[in-house]
């Protein structure tokens, strides 16, 4: 204890005090001196006159020491303070050391409310905030077609649109169009399927690509001609070319032809809304302008621009809507009703993560608010039982400020501590998320916790810190002269900030209700997709893609052999029931076609269009969809044979709801001049991807229609992965260079398809159970305070015969109004903020009665056990003891 | 036979007050009287270089000051040595030797 002997010897001393000071130590000296002098003979005036003679300069002695204490003083002020400053954070170890629970709850609460934030905040960063690897990505545009009569607003443009659009122009200094690509590596090993775009020069300029190697297309290099030339993106360098430094100006083999690499890109280079792309091949749009069939009617472009200084992107897509409208009185038979939609880049590319984006950092914001309320309440009631020690700490000299910074300190200590775990949960969590998000993240390769996340994360600990310490530090300050007189029974202060601490874990656990609805609707949607029928089986079901490459492809008969080979041989493998191949399997999505019905007056504008599929034979028993009537396909439809087709039931609902289509002749796709198919079958209606709707759908046989490539399916008895090994043997015996790629079993294709919702609930999921434990935490502090500070009462009230389900009814009645309060609140929150979710949901209403019912459940349930322990205690209180310890 | 007073330089003067303190704390007075009584009238220190050097050496922390009550009763300012000042006193004084035997050799050598 040196620190109040320092006190009482020289407190920071004010410039009077020290020239005072030095006055009477002077003084003390000059009259020594001249009582020395007078014992020596001299008379008492002498003596003084020479006292102050032989002292030297008296005023630049006064002037000199002064200045030198001045400097001390400063000095000490300064070494007090740091000297305070390490006594403080010593105390609060040695506090923390006594009750390591407190502490422990403390810091990990705000550890796991900060580290949630930070990995969250570091993913929305990556995504929403930072930039993307483009030149000027806020100057970028995507430009989707947009048909006004079906709402659809994402589809491709056709390349007569795009030509005119590009030409009649003012807005972008760039526009560039591009189209699927991709195609197969033949190397000395196995051939690799690579997955690509066909892109027009403008589209790498407009992007403001820089290459990593070699160069980009040239404006005019989009012919691909006699020699055709490959850009690789990074991965597929370094994975398939073991990142061949020399690679610019080798020819490599792609899908048979030989192809000059001209350059690779940087590895932070995604192609957007087509991240998956790695190889890069000019796109040639002059066979299609050459076909008048196609020219407009051929949607298969997207289109990307770059807008001039000065305009924005609502401004550009007034002037391409304007053209569009013009192109729609020119060709109305292939564009009524078409238009254009215009989106910034920054969000075409992070596209449909955003509301789930929003919703999670909405969320993890709650539980940050959780975490500083439990810490808030903890601090306050500890700040309660610890009056008297300050009341103490007070009487021996520490003034109220000292008090409030000591408080501080403590807090200060549990907000970086906090924050320091905080870190290592963030580092963690942000790692873990990318992980589990993987590629379906757009731009999840750039995700990583940087500094600025790092500043914030502190940021928030240490003002949690300052404001959760402020409260109780001054409160308990102002209480010291109360404390120190009576030993913290009930009174008036303490009702108060008890009061204070119920309406923290009211707060807590409405927000625990919110989370905890929001996560239960979110798990709801996704049993809901994953029970969901969707018009064919996934069961013991593997699906591969198989593209044909080379020129001895080039023949519809070589593809014909090739897969009837395939198709051979598969079905004679032991555990396959059937084997199918489809253009798409339909959660991938499919083709378009317009529609046009023999007999019938052709409509005013365009035809109406319906999903298009080339299927095998045995495609619909592989898959498990039912033929409801006429026939499947078989080998008699083949290339030569008359045109068949076969339609989907709601197809057949649609265009002939009063008749049977069986018989009906249609024709399918733009050109006039195709002959018409005869309608032979109708299937049952399959839903497209994981979570859409069926819509009317035409199947003609792939012998018909052929395109090179067809998605397999193989209906097992056995584990559908296992088989996998034998199909890539089979295909390696019909033709080595063909490779057999994308092989997952059918709820492997689903489970990725639903990777998106997942990631969102999880996370909901988890953070509402967070939630629920913190809230919990909460309610358990709240009830143990408040028992043990009743401990007098519940004694009286057993001493005059209240039985113990008595007392244990009053702590677990305190405890469940908090709950019925939050219950309440948290309900209504959810109710009014469910609409954010909407976008999230499937099949569930935001405002979900199972959900409400389910939540309130759980709430009440974990109230209740978080007020057992303090409900029992209360029981066991001995009334004598109670008494007498007043 | 009255030789003039040598003149002091400051360090002197510091060393000196640290050697006085050594024995026990004393107030300013104290301090000049010792060195007067030790030195014979030799060495004269002006009290105003005193006072001025006790002040400096409580800013450097080498001594400490505190009130306490003189001989007589009344209110005194008393300084001691500080750990930090004996650190202070035992390296001067090694360098005062060294730098004195120095000087010796030159002018008496053996």
């Not at chain 1, 656990?509 to 996560?519: D, E, K, S």
């Not at chain 1, 599929?613 to 028993?621: A, H, I, T």
């Not at chain 2, 105003?48 to 209110?75: F, M, T, V």
Request: proline residues 5%; hydrophobic residues 45%.
């Amino acid at each position: 204890m040196g620190r109040p002997r320092r006190y009482l010897r020289f407190p920071w001393r004010s410039s009077s005090r020290l020239r005072a000071d030095l006055d009477e130590e002077l003084k003390f000296y000059f009259d020594m001196r001249t009582r020395e002098l007078v014992e020596q003979g001299m008379t008492d005036a002498d003596a003084r006159r020479e006292a102050v003679r032989e002292f030297g300069d008296v005023e630049y002695t006064k002037r000199y020491c002064l200045a030198e204490d001045a400097m001390s003083r400063r000095e000490e002020r300064r070494t007090d303070l740091v000297a305070e400053l390490r006594q403080d954070m010593a105390h609060s170890w040695r506090t923390f050391r006594r009750s390591p629970g407190f502490a422990a709850i403390a810091v990990l609460t705000l550890a796991l409310g900060i580290g949630a934030n930070t990995a969250i905040f570091s993913v929305v960063n990556g995504l929403l905030l930072r930039d993307l690897p483009y030149g000027n990505p806020d100057r970028l545009v995507r430009v989707w077609g947009a048909h006004r009569d079906s709402g659809v607003d994402r589809s491709q443009l056709s390349a007569g649109d795009f030509i005119d659009l590009r030409t009649r122009q003012r807005s972008f200094s760039a526009l560039g169009a591009f189209a699927w690509g991709g195609g197969t590596y033949i190397g000395s090993g196995d051939p690799v399927r690579l997955s690509g775009a066909r892109v027009d020069a403008n589209v790498l300029k407009a992007l403001g690509v820089r290459p990593y190697l070699g160069r980009i297309f040239a404006v005019g290099e989009d012919s691909s001609g006699v020699n055709p030339t490959i850009v690789l993106g990074f991965g597929a360098w370094r994975r398939v070319f073991g990142s061949d430094s020399t690679i610019v100006g080798k020819a490599v083999n792609i899908s048979g032809r030989s192809t000059t690499v001209i350059g690779v890109l940087p590895p932070t280079f995604f192609f957007p809304t087509m991240a998956e792309a790695e190889i890069f091949t000019p796109l040639d749009l002059t066979p299609v302008l050459r076909d008048v069939n196609r020219t407009r009617k051929f949607h298969y472009l997207g289109v990307v621009g770059k807008l001039r200084p000065g305009t924005t992107v609502t401004r550009a897509g007034t002037e391409l809507k304007g053209i569009m409208a013009q192109l729609e009185r020119d060709f109305p038979q292939s564009n009524s009703n078409m238009t254009v939609a215009t989106v910034g880049m920054r969000d075409a590319v992070v596209g449909d993560t955003r509301p789930a984006l929003l919703v999670l950092l909405g969320a993890s914001l709650l539980v940050l608010l959780i975490a500083c309320a439990n810490v808030a309440g903890m601090l306050l009631s500890r700040a309660v039982s610890r009056r008297q020690e300050l009341a103490v700490r007070a009487a021996l000299g520490a003034g109220r400020a000292r008090l409030v910074r000591q408080m501080m300190t403590e807090s200060l200590v549990l907000a970086v501590g906090g924050g320091a775990v905080g870190l290592a949960v963030a580092l963690w969590g942000t790692r873990a998320l990318v992980a589990s998000a993987g590629d379906r993240l757009p731009a999840a390769s750039q995700v990583t916790v940087d500094a600025t996340v790092l500043l914030t994360a502190l940021a928030v600990s240490i003002a949690s810190g300052v404001v959760f310490g402020l409260i109780p530090a001054l409160a308990a300050s102002r209480g010291i002269q109360l404390a120190l007189k009576e030993s913290g029974r009930g009174t008036s202060s303490g009702v108060s900030r008890h009061r204070m601490r119920t309406a923290l874990v009211t707060g807590q656990l409405a927000l625990a209700v919110m989370l905890l609805v929001g996560a239960g609707l979110l798990v709801r949607s996704l049993v809901g997709l994953q029970k969901r029928d969707l018009g064919y089986s996934i069961e013991s079901t593997l699906t591969f893609e198989l593209m044909l490459a080379g020129a001895r492809y080039d023949s519809a008969a070589a593809q014909d052999q090739f897969f009837d080979a395939l198709y051979t041989r598969l079905a004679a493998l032991p555990g396959v029931v059937a084997v199918g191949g489809s253009g798409n399997i339909p959660m991938r999505g499919g083709a378009m076609a317009s529609l046009a019905i023999d007999g019938r007056p052709q409509p005013e504008g365009r035809l109406p269009e319906v999903g298009y599929q080339p299927v095998s034979d045995n495609l619909f028993k592989a898959m498990g969809v039912p033929l409801e009537r006429g026939r499947a396909f078989g080998p008699q439809d083949h290339k030569d044979a008359p045109p068949v087709v076969i339609l989907s039931e709601s197809a057949a609902r649609a265009y002939w709801p009063a008749g049977d289509p069986i018989g009906a002749r249609v024709r399918l796709g733009p050109n006039p001049n195709d002959p018409w198919m005869t309608v032979v079958g109708i299937v049952g209606d399959v839903r497209m991807g994981v979570d859409g709707e069926s819509r009317p759908t035409a199947y003609v046989p792939s012998r018909q229609d052929h395109w090179g490539g067809m998605a397999i399916v193989m209906r097992t008895t056995t584990d559908p992965a296992s088989m996998l090994p034998a199909v890539r043997r089979e295909v390696r015996a019909i033709d080595p260079t063909i490779p057999v790629s994308d092989a997952y079993s059918m709820k492997q294709v689903r489970a990725q398809g639903l990777t998106d919702r997942r990631l969102p609930m999880q996370l909901m999921a988890a953070f509402a159970v967070l939630a629920l434990v913190l809230a919990a935490v909460g309610v358990y502090g709240v009830m143990a305070y408040s028992v043990a500070a009743r401990t007098r009462e519940i004694g009286v009230r057993v001493a005059l015969g209240a039985q113990p389900r008595n007392v244990f009814g009053i702590v677990v009645r305190q405890g469940m109004g908090a709950a019925a309060a939050g219950l309440t609140l948290g309900l209504l929150g959810a109710a009014a903020l469910g609409k954010v979710l909407t976008s999230l949901l499937y099949g569930v209403k935001p405002t979900d009665v199972v959900t409400f019912v389910g939540v309130a459940g759980v709430l009440l349930a974990v109230v209740l056990a978080a007020c057992l322990a303090p409900a029992r205690r209360a029981v066991r209180v001995d009334p004598l003891e109670a008494l007498r310890s007043e | 036979m009255t030789k003039p007073p040598i003149d002091l330089l400051q360090g002197t003067v510091d060393v000196l007050i640290l050697r006085t303190l050594a024995w026990e704390p004393m107030h300013g007075y104290g301090v000049a009287r010792f060195i007067r009584q030790r030195t014979e009238g030799v060495l004269t220190i002006e009290s105003a270089a005193l006072y001025q050097a006790l002040h400096r050496l409580e800013r450097k922390k080498w001594i400490r000051a505190e009130w306490g009550l003189s001989e007589n009763n009344r209110r005194a300012k008393y300084y001691s040595l500080t750990a930090e000042g004996r650190r202070q006193l035992r390296e001067e004084t090694a360098t005062w030797r060294s730098y004195a035997e120095a000087v010796f050799k030159v002018l008496e050598p053996v």
